[in-house]
C-alpha cells in the first residue's frame, strides 16, 4: 500500500514503522506501484539459485527472534447473482469455520519476502496460478515487490530447507488504475514471473497450480489460505478458513468473516472447487481491495475483501503471460 491510507491490518505496525524508519519501503512500494505502469521488470542478474542461498535457514527463521517478545453498483459490472456454492459437492459439504485454522499449508501457496535492510520478514501471501510457461504466480496489488524479491510456496518456519524451493520473482504486473480507495480498489491484483530454479524447471512444475476462473457469483464457498506475518501471529504458520462471501456495498468486490488473516495475508486465494487431494482449486478472488483487504479497526482481522475475477484480471493475466506492460485508458 502506497500513500497515507495505509491498512495496518494486513502491515504490521511494528514492521512498518521499522521500514518508514530504514527509508526503504517507501521507495520500494512508490516504484513498483506506478500510476502509468504496471509492471515492473529487473534487469539485474538475480536468480531463484541466488534467491535460494539468500533467503536461507539463518534469514527464514531469525524472523521468529521478532514474534516472541449490498448496493448493487453499476449495472453489468459485478458477476451474476447466482449461487455458485453449491456448485460442487465437495465444496458444500466443506463446512464453515468462522475462525482460520493452522495448518501445513499447501504447495501452490506461499510468501513473499523482500529483500532491504530487515531482509527476515515475509509480508504477504502468493500462489501458483496455471499459464503456458509455467512460471506465474497471484498476489494482491498492494503487494509491490520492489527488486530481489523471492516466492517460497509452502512455507515453514525454521526449515533448514524449504519443501519446495525458494523461487527469484522476475517482474511484476499491476492494473495502472489501481488505488487503495475508492473504484481503483477493484483492481487490486497482481501477477508476477518467478525465475526457473538451478535444474531450469518452472514453479508450476514443482508445486501445482491453481486455475484462475471467473468469480460465478456474489454467493459462493470459498477455501482461503493465506500467511500471517509472525509479529501478528507468533505461530508462523499458513492458516485456512471455509467461509461464504457476499457482495461488499458500493464496489465490485466480495466480503467474508473470518477470524485470524492479520497482517501478511494479504494476496491469499480465494478457492473455490478445492480438492484435497490435489491441494489446488479455482482461484475466483484474492485477499485485497478497499484499504488493501478490508476495513479499519477491531472487525479489521475478522472481515476480510477481494476484487472480482472479471475481465480486467483476464487482460491482466494475458499481459503477464506475454510479458508486456500494462497500459489501460
Same mark, same amino acid.
Given at each position: 500500500?502506497?500513500? *497515507?491510507?495505509?491498512?495496518?491490518?494486513?502491515?504490521? =505496525?511494528?514492521?512498518?514503522? =521499522?521500514?518508514?524508519?530504514?527509508?526503504?519501503?517507501?521507495?520500494?512500494?512508490?516504484?513498483?506501484?506506478?500510476? &502509468?505502469?504496471?509492471?515492473? /521488470? =529487473? &534487469?539485474?542478474?538475480?536468480?531463484?539459485?541466488?534467491?535460494?542461498?539468500?533467503?536461507?535457514?539463518?534469514?527464514?527463521?531469525?524472523?521468529?527472534?521478532?514474534?516472541?517478545? %449490498? @448496493?448493487?453498483?453499476?449495472?453489468?459490472? /459485478? +458477476?451474476? $447473482?447466482?449461487? #455458485?456454492?453449491?456448485? @460442487?459437492?465437495?465444496?458444500? #459439504?466443506?463446512?464453515?469455520?468462522?475462525?482460520?485454522?493452522?495448518?501445513?499449508? *499447501?504447495?501452490?501457496?506461499?510468501?513473499?519476502?523482500?529483500?532491504?535492510?530487515?531482509?527476515?520478514?515475509?509480508?504477504?501471501?502468493?500462489?501458483?496460478?496455471?499459464?503456458?510457461?509455467?512460471?506465474?504466480?497471484?498476489?494482491? &496489488?498492494?503487494?509491490?515487490?520492489?527488486?530481489?524479491?523471492?516466492?517460497? +510456496?509452502?512455507?515453514?518456519?525454521?526449515?533448514?530447507?524449504? +519443501?519446495?524451493?525458494?523461487?527469484?520473482? @522476475?517482474?511484476?504486473?499491476?492494473?495502472?488504475?489501481?488505488?487503495?480507495?475508492?473504484?481503483?480498489? @477493484?483492481?487490486?491484483?497482481?501477477?508476477?514471473?518467478?525465475?526457473?530454479? %538451478?535444474?531450469?524447471?518452472?514453479?508450476?512444475?514443482?508445486?501445482?497450480?491453481?486455475?484462475?476462473?471467473?468469480?460465478?457469483?456474489?454467493?459462493?464457498?470459498?477455501?482461503?489460505?493465506?500467511? +500471517?506475518?509472525?509479529?501478528?501471529?507468533?505461530?508462523?504458520?499458513?492458516?485456512?478458513?471455509?467461509?461464504?462471501?457476499?457482495?461488499?456495498?458500493?464496489?465490485?468486490?466480495?466480503?467474508?468473516?473470518?477470524?485470524?488473516?492479520?497482517?501478511?495475508?494479504? %494476496?491469499?486465494?480465494?478457492?473455490?472447487?478445492?480438492?484435497?487431494?490435489?491441494?489446488?482449486?479455482?482461484? *475466483?478472488?484474492?485477499?485485497? &481491495?478497499?484499504?488493501?483487504?478490508?476495513?479499519?479497526?477491531?472487525?479489521?482481522?475478522?472481515?476480510?475483501?477481494?476484487? *472480482?475475477?472479471?475481465? $480486467?484480471?483476464?487482460?491482466?493475466?494475458?499481459?503477464?503471460?506475454?510479458?508486456?506492460?500494462?497500459?489501460?485508458?
Amino acid at each position: 500500500m502506497v500513500g *497515507v491510507l495505509v491498512r495496518f491490518s494486513r502491515w504490521s =505496525r511494528a514492521r512498518w514503522v =521499522r521500514a518508514v524508519l530504514a527509508g526503504l519501503y517507501v521507495v520500494a512500494l512508490a516504484a513498483a506501484v506506478p500510476k &502509468g505502469a504496471g509492471g515492473h /521488470g =529487473r &534487469g539485474g542478474s538475480w536468480s531463484s539459485e541466488e534467491a535460494r542461498r539468500f533467503w536461507g535457514p539463518s534469514r527464514m527463521s531469525a524472523s521468529l527472534d521478532d514474534s516472541a517478545d %449490498g @448496493d448493487q453498483g453499476p449495472a453489468g459490472t /459485478g +458477476p451474476g $447473482e447466482a449461487d #455458485a456454492g453449491a456448485a @460442487d459437492s465437495a465444496d458444500a #459439504a466443506r463446512p464453515l469455520n468462522g475462525s482460520a485454522q493452522h495448518f501445513d499449508g *499447501v504447495p501452490s501457496v506461499g510468501v513473499i519476502f523482500y529483500v532491504g535492510e530487515d531482509m527476515r520478514d515475509h509480508h504477504c501471501t502468493a500462489s501458483v496460478v496455471h499459464s503456458p510457461k509455467g512460471n506465474l504466480i497471484l498476489t494482491a &496489488g498492494h503487494c509491490g515487490m520492489g527488486d530481489d524479491a523471492a516466492f517460497v +510456496p509452502g512455507y515453514r518456519k525454521g526449515e533448514g530447507k524449504q +519443501p519446495y524451493g525458494v523461487w527469484a520473482v @522476475d517482474r511484476t504486473f499491476v492494473d495502472p488504475r489501481r488505488q487503495d480507495t475508492g473504484p481503483g480498489s @477493484d483492481y487490486d491484483f497482481a501477477f508476477a514471473t518467478v525465475k526457473a530454479d %538451478g535444474r531450469g524447471r518452472p514453479v508450476e512444475r514443482v508445486t501445482g497450480a491453481n486455475r484462475l476462473a471467473r468469480t460465478p457469483g456474489w454467493v459462493n464457498r470459498v477455501t482461503v489460505i493465506g500467511y +500471517p506475518a509472525a509479529d501478528s501471529d507468533p505461530a508462523d504458520q499458513a492458516v485456512r478458513c471455509t467461509a461464504l462471501t457476499s457482495r461488499l456495498e458500493g464496489f465490485r468486490q466480495l466480503r467474508m468473516r473470518c477470524n485470524g488473516f492479520f497482517s501478511g495475508t494479504s %494476496g491469499s486465494p480465494w478457492l473455490i472447487h478445492f480438492d484435497e487431494k490435489t491441494r489446488t482449486g479455482d482461484v *475466483v478472488g484474492v485477499l485485497g &481491495g478497499l484499504n488493501g483487504g478490508g476495513p479499519d479497526g477491531e472487525d479489521s482481522d475478522k472481515i476480510s475483501y477481494s476484487p *472480482v475475477n472479471d475481465d $480486467e484480471i483476464f487482460k491482466l493475466y494475458l499481459d503477464a503471460i506475454n510479458g508486456r506492460e500494462p497500459r489501460r485508458a
